[in-house]
């Protein structure tokens, strides 16, 4: 529901609500919030709240660190896991510097105005998020281990699949803050599950997309375990993906169709994602992790296209009207889904703009197919270290985010890459 300014207010005073948390990403896409009491909520509005950002990585420095927070009434949401009785609500906002401005780091503002630019075009954007995890077990101090919470494989029952209540949990409270969930499974991998919501415009699925990891790992603490959304917390186990649905329509119609006949600008949309998919997989599959994922378990990496078959890049699902869709299967969920959303929008935009056209499907099980075949197909980069070379050399990934934020991106996953080297894997494990 899109509340106003007012009908929060109200909300608030209505429902017992307290506390007040602020919440916003760092350009990682890590969530982060400060929570207020709820008499302060007018002023948050009236005049934002600040807050120190030169504590936040990727944000300010030192000499120049305030920024103020302004929620955004629009996201409103009852936090179900906290108690009833003094009521925790939460807000997404906006970034702003003192004098008014927009802060460059706002990574959400950047799909605002890719959104926008959509808009301009004649389009809307509309996304879906299908987002696999891993639950393990925690030891006796509280702390993640690597012990799966089930043996369970693909779409197995109780009491093989012990996840179940747990998902049911984690369902519940996405319908109390207004998340719909379409369904639940156990994945391949041991422990390994997938939840997915309801599509929505590009800003409402990520902001959706940070709520539902906060909850997954809320409830799964509550229930004693670790949920873990590492790409591949286990080798020679299935990876956890994020597969990324994009739809657009124009005049209320879906340019993409099911029977194999697609618009023009549709397949200029998905040319230009292959065109520019290289460049932007850094901000896509951010981890030196991300990169054990590929080309394993239905992970692909070839940059390919093609109906149905689940070992390319990117796929064009049996679906019809308004669920007709292109699927990016690339992404994982260490991604700020605000910037890998913008990134894929703009692509897909440019590829319209320019009418670039669309390459011819590959049908092949890329997994299995000769060497002759796959030696001519180009491939998505291999690790972490290449793939930031290519968004660093990139003049597309350049027109795109602010230089600032760009600079502190590289540098701060390049330090990734020599604490990987240094064998620091605990922390890193834990992290996401």
Sequence with gaps: ??????????????????????????????????????????????????????????????????????????????????????????????????????????????????????????????????????????????????????????????????????????????????IIPISSQHQEGPGQNEIDFKYSDALSTADNFITFKAAVKTIATKNGLYASFLPKPLYGKSGSGLHINISLFKNNDNIFKSDSVYAKDAESFIAGIINHIAEITAFLNPTVNSYERFGEFEAPKYITWSHQNHSQLIRIPTSTGKYARMELRSADSTCNPYMAFALLLYAGLNGIEKSIPLCKPIDENLYEADLQITQQIPTLPMNLSSALKLARESDFVKTILPKATLDKFIIAKTSEIAAEKEKIENEYFAYY
């Excluded at 702390?143 to 519940?172: M, Q, S, W």
């Design 1 to 178: 529901m899109n509340y106003t300014q007012s009908e929060v207010l109200q909300f608030v005073q209505e429902n017992d609500v307290k506390f007040v948390r602020l919440a916003f990403c760092d350009i990682f896409g890590k969530q982060k919030n400060i929570s207020i009491m709820a008499d302060e909520l007018p002023r948050a509005f009236e005049s934002g709240i600040s807050f120190d950002a030169s504590a936040v990585q990727g944000f300010m420095n030192i000499s120049k660190s305030d920024l103020l927070l302004f929620p955004d009434a629009k996201t409103l949401a009852v936090l179900p896991w906290r108690p009833t009785g003094g009521r925790v609500i939460r807000l997404f906002c906006s970034i702003k510097h003192p004098d008014g401005a927009t802060f460059e780091g706002d990574i959400r503002n950047l799909l605002v105005k890719a959104t926008k630019k959509a808009s301009e075009m004649g389009y809307v954007c509309k996304i879906g998020a299908e987002s696999e995890f891993y639950l393990f077990n925690m030891d006796e101090n509280g702390e993640a281990t690597k012990i799966p919470f089930d043996n369970a494989g693909y779409l197995d029952i109780a009491p093989l699949d012990k996840g179940e209540n747990v998902r049911r949990e984690i369902c519940l409270s996405l319908e109390e803050m207004g």
